[in-house]
Structure formats: C-alpha cells, structure tokens
C-alpha cells in the first residue's frame, strides 16, 4: 500500500503558509536535505522582530493517518539544531475517565535534535512506524 503525504513550508518572514501540496516519499526527504536552513536562519537575524513570523519549517503529514513531523531549525546560522513536533490522533479521557473523545491535534515534541535523528523520524513517519515515533518524540 502507498501512503500519500502532503507537505507545507514556513518561511520565517512570510506570513503565509506556503503549502507544498502532495509529495511522494523520496520528494519529502529530498526536500529537507536541500532546505538551506542557515540561509533561513540568516534572513531571520537580519529581520526585525516584527517581521519574523515562524522558524524554519517543514511540515510533512500523511494523509489517511493525520499523523505528521513539523521539523524547525532553531539557533543561529552555521549552529542550529532541529525541533521536532510529532503530531497525531489520539484518544483520551475525559471527565474522571468516563468519557473518551478523539483530539485530532495531539503533538508532542523534541527540540536539540540533529540532522540524522531528523532523518530517523522522517523515515519512521514514512513507513509509518507510530511506536517508532512515540517513543522517540514522545508518547
């Protein structure tokens, strides 16, 4: 079975989302490694505070889960590290545990991470390992 995904990017001083539209497997991971997030974090330097809207990032989400990584570079250009966001459905309790509702928006999320981990994660999120994922980013 093939997974589909869609994919967005936040430029830091753009107010907009850009969206990304559907992209194959090798397009998302392609994607991250040619993203020139020093140049991004060096326009965010140069900018004022009011012109900065996001940090670098990267959203990839599949479509049938609505699982997804919201990966941002964080630091200054030339020494950042990524933030990982894993964002997915999730059941959970309410009212004294009587009743269950689904949160569509659950995240949870990892910030100090390097380029290989990042990758880790794409791949997992790719092949759809959700244990993978839970326990590296959280559950």
Known sequence: MTMTFKASFCDPVKPDIIELGDMSQ??????????????????????????????????????ESKSGLTISAVGSPNNYEFRITYKRPRKERSFFGLNNKINKNYSTGIQGQTKNVVLDCLNALLRNDTEYLSTKVGP
Do not use: G, H, Q, V
Request: charged share 40%; net charge negative; hydrophobic share 30%.
């Open 26 to 63: 090798d397009a998302i991971l392609d994607r991250f490694e040619k993203t020139d997030w020093n140049s991004y974090l060096r326009e965010m330097r140069n900018a004022k505070l009011d012109e900065i809207y996001y940090d670098p990032s990267l959203e990839i989400e599949n479509k």
